[in-house]
């Protein structure tokens, strides 16, 4: 039952934090001297609530998962950077951009999909799609969306590579940090800032591209003439990748994003988290070459999955709502397990469910498949199918008829029952079309104003919208066999491949 | 309420109390968080400057006008002026082109229309109805029985000098109260009215419409201004009898009403109110309603 294991899960996550919150106010009982947890004084003394950000220094670490991400992070931001650049041919009248937000044009194109602005819900269903599979990863494996793939946490880990090429690993930074302003600390915190604000203009650049023809708009900047609005986006982007990636980093996770607080409500017992597994490592403390692991845990306190970690949290203290999942405490944890010669994955990806079993020497089984995942991947699937049948659908003409509210009808002379009707043609081919219009009502007569004679050919020009006034009249004896509301059906033939558009309306006549 | 006033540090947090206290209770006299207070005299500073710049403070008959010279009223002005410059080649275009030419034009077609419905909105729609369609004695503009004509230059010439007006060329006709004026017996009448809806092919009585046949050629002279067949004439703005459109009714009564007591209604020039420009815009409008001719 799903809905018993997230409560269970939820008493769980409860419990270690009571656990934390009561190992930290007895100070000996605290398990990490390095980091401080909220301290509570004496209730005598005037309490400051306010508490100034402890900068953060990680460490560079080697494993599998650190490669995982430098690849996520190669591929993610080259696609970001890269893709308004490339080209696709779509005929002469239109943008070659493969991906093209136009807003002068009210369209999107993605690739060969063009969608205009009424079609926007497409969007919509890409967000909704979006954010199920968001529903699920979490269910399945906790926050590999903010480890892996979140633009926060790449940009961030950008900016902390950028800034360990000037400034060193970890230990050189805490040293720079701490020395007196020289010039050799100036250049140094120079170039780092420099180079954050170097990409961040690199990411509000490509920002613009996607809203405009990237060459072209990319010599009217160098040249000064671009719109105002470019430079102003471009001034937003460099600004906030600047401050949240280079300088606010875990605080927007911990503090600014709600997410990490929703996803809470998604994970259950059977989720796949990363977790240190006490069972293994407890009791923990320093190992010396050559003595024995009998009696003891495996975790040798060195600390390294505390230097690591860009939110500066310690894992062994249990699930914590910094953490966002990146397992670079994976990484190093089993290179110190590796060296000291023990089994690795002390720190792992595993569930609630086989901590609390392995407490007690058992096993649990990793249920992968449970109810909350089937219905997370079942609605992604309902909603995607949705989006295909919708986009298997999308039409390439369409017709919109209003009929007229006032007069409802006018009677002619001749006695003949005239309607009036404002019809739209939506022409989203990249040629000019002809079309013919019918009425499904006998002997009717079709006139468009401005347009001299009865039933003219209605040409509708490229990707263009035709408003045109139409006026269906019907003869006096064909009239009075109709009542005060006739259902009708409006038609437009297109005259080159024969395919027909209806509307369903009503001509409306007097009271019989 | 309070029953001390002995303000106190609290001991918890080194803030001052208020001195009330209720049930044990304190207040604390929390101050103003600092960036608040300083954004609080910012705006006071602000605001000073604003009292110099634009208009603010009201006087018995008048304001203070503020250095920049600043005024709403100006810039809706001004606005409106640059609106009618832009409009101004397409207004010419609309008063010095024929009509077959704008008709021809689609954008000046486009601009004629919209500029005919908006004015008609503003000075038609009180008696035609916001749809052009009329009521009782007021024609009904989207069919295709015209008092007047219907032809472009006809409905222009009706917009631009009215009908039963004071200016020297509005259109006019009268017709004689029959009845009011005993031209006619009120049998003679009745007789009348049943040949006129005979006329337009309603429900008639024959033999009482013959009867109504020889007084509209004969006594009541109906014939010299609504013709012989009955089909009005337009020179002199007598309505067309036999198109089952009605402007005061089409029941017998209110044919039998009509004919005694002579009705018009009366439309005012529009030449002098209006440029001449949205009187061309007016009767594009007016003919692209469905009846033009």
Request: aromatic letters at 10%.
């Amino acid at each position: 039952m799903s809905c018993c294991d997230s409560i269970y899960a939820r008493a769980l996550i409860l419990e270690h934090t009571m656990t934390d919150i009561s190992t930290s106010i007895t100070p000996a009982a605290s398990p990490t001297p390095g980091k401080k947890r909220a301290e509570v004084s004496p209730p005598t003394q005037s309490t400051n609530l306010y508490k100034a950000r402890e900068p953060i220094y990680p460490k560079l670490v080697h494993g599998k998962f650190r490669r995982i991400k430098w690849i996520f992070m190669a591929v993610s931001l080259g696609i970001y950077y890269l893709l308004p650049w490339l080209r696709w041919d779509r005929g002469p009248t239109l943008p070659d951009q493969a991906v093209l937000l136009d807003f002068a044009h009210q369209r999107l194109y993605i690739f060969d999909l063009e969608i205009w602005a009424q079609e926007f819900y497409y969007v919509t269903g890409l967000l909704i799609i979006s954010a199920l599979l968001l529903f699920l990863v979490t269910a399945l494996a906790g926050r590999v969306w903010c480890g892996y793939a979140c633009p926060q946490t790449v940009w961030t880990d950008l900016m902390i590579a950028v800034e360990r090429i000037w400034q060193g690993d970890r230990n050189a930074r805490l040293k720079l940090a701490k020395s007196p302003w020289s010039l050799d600390k100036t250049w140094r915190l120079a170039g780092t800032h420099v180079s954050w604000l170097f990409i961040g203009l690199a990411t509000g650049g490509a920002l613009v591209f996607y809203f405009a023809d990237a060459p072209t708009l990319f010599m009217e900047l160098v040249n000064f003439e671009a719109p105002a609005v470019a430079y102003i986006f471009i001034g937003i982007f460099t600004a906030t990748t600047y401050v949240l990636g280079g300088l606010s980093r875990e605080q927007v996770c911990t503090y600014m994003c709600p997410w990490p607080r929703i996803q809470g409500a998604m994970f259950d017992a059977d989720s796949l988290l990363i977790t240190y597994r006490g069972f293994r490592g407890e009791p923990r403390g320093p190992h010396k070459k050559g003595d024995t692991w009998e009696g003891r845990g495996d975790c040798i306190d060195c600390n390294q999955c505390v230097v690591v970690c860009p939110a500066g949290i310690d894992i062994r203290n249990g699930a914590q709502l910094e953490c966002i999942q990146c397992a670079l405490c994976i990484d190093a944890c089993d290179e110190v397990m590796t060296k000291v010669g023990r089994p690795t994955k002390l720190i792992a990806y595993d569930t609630y469910r086989n901590l609390e079993a392995e407490a007690h020497g058992e096993r649990a089984r990793i249920r992968l498949i449970r109810p909350r995942t089937i219905l997370y991947a079942g609605l992604t699937a309902l909603v995607g199918g949705l989006m295909l049948f919708g986009l298997s659908q999308k039409t390439i003409f369409e017709m919109n008829v209003v009929p007229d509210r006032n007069p409802l009808f006018v009677q002619l002379s001749d006695g003949s029952i005239r309607n009036g009707y404002e019809i739209r043609l939506l022409n989203k081919r990249r040629e000019t079309r002809t079309f013919a219009l019918s009425v499904s009502l006998p002997e009717a007569k079709i006139n468009v104003v401005g347009i001299d004679g009865e039933n003219p050919p209605l040409t509708v020009a490229p990707d263009d919208l035709r408003s045109i006034k139409v006026y269906v009249s019907v003869p006096r004896e064909k009239a009075a066999t109709l009542g005060a509301t006739t259902p009708v059906t409006i038609s437009a033939r297109d005259t080159d491949d024969g395919t027909e558009t209806s509307r369903e309306t009503t001509f409306k006549g007097p009271e019989r | 309420m309070a029953d001390k006033h002995e303000k106190t540090v609290d001991p918890h947090t080194g803030t001052a109390t208020t001195g009330h206290e209720w049930d044990g209770i304190a207040e604390l006299n929390t101050p103003l968080p600092r960036w608040w207070l300083w954004t609080f005299y910012a705006c006071i500073i602000w605001s000073v400057g604003y009292w110099v710049a634009y208009p603010t403070w009201p006087l018995v008959s008048d304001y203070t006008k503020g250095l920049l010279g600043y005024s709403e009223r100006m810039n809706v002005t001004e606005s409106l002026q640059a609106v009618r410059n832009s409009q101004a080649k397409l207004n010419d275009a609309i008063v010095n082109d024929s009509f077959a030419d704008i008709k021809a034009n689609p954008l000046l077609l486009n601009f004629a229309m919209a500029g005919g419905k908006v004015a008609f909105g503003d000075n038609c729609a009180g008696c035609h109805g916001r749809g052009a369609q009329g009521g009782l004695g007021f024609p009904n503009l989207n069919d295709d029985s015209w008092i007047w004509g219907g032809s472009f230059e006809q409905i222009l010439q009706t917009i631009q000098y009215g009908v039963r007006g004071d200016h020297p060329e509005t259109r006019i006709s009268q017709m004689p109260a029959f009845g009011v004026d005993g031209l006619l017996t009120p049998s003679q009448i009745s007789d009348t009215a049943e040949f006129v809806l005979s006329l337009s092919n309603l429900p008639h009585d024959s033999a009482v419409a013959e009867r109504g046949k020889a007084v509209f050629h004969g006594d009541g002279a109906c014939a010299s201004c609504h013709g012989e067949d009955g089909k009005g004439n337009q020179e002199v703005g007598a309505p067309n009898l036999t198109a089952n459109i009605w402007l005061y009714g089409g029941t017998k009564e209110a044919i039998m009403n009509q004919i005694t007591t002579g009705h018009g209604g009366v439309m005012p020039a529009w030449s002098g109110r209006l440029d001449p420009a949205t009187l061309k815009k007016l009767a594009i409008y007016v003919h692209s309603l469905g009846g033009g001719q």
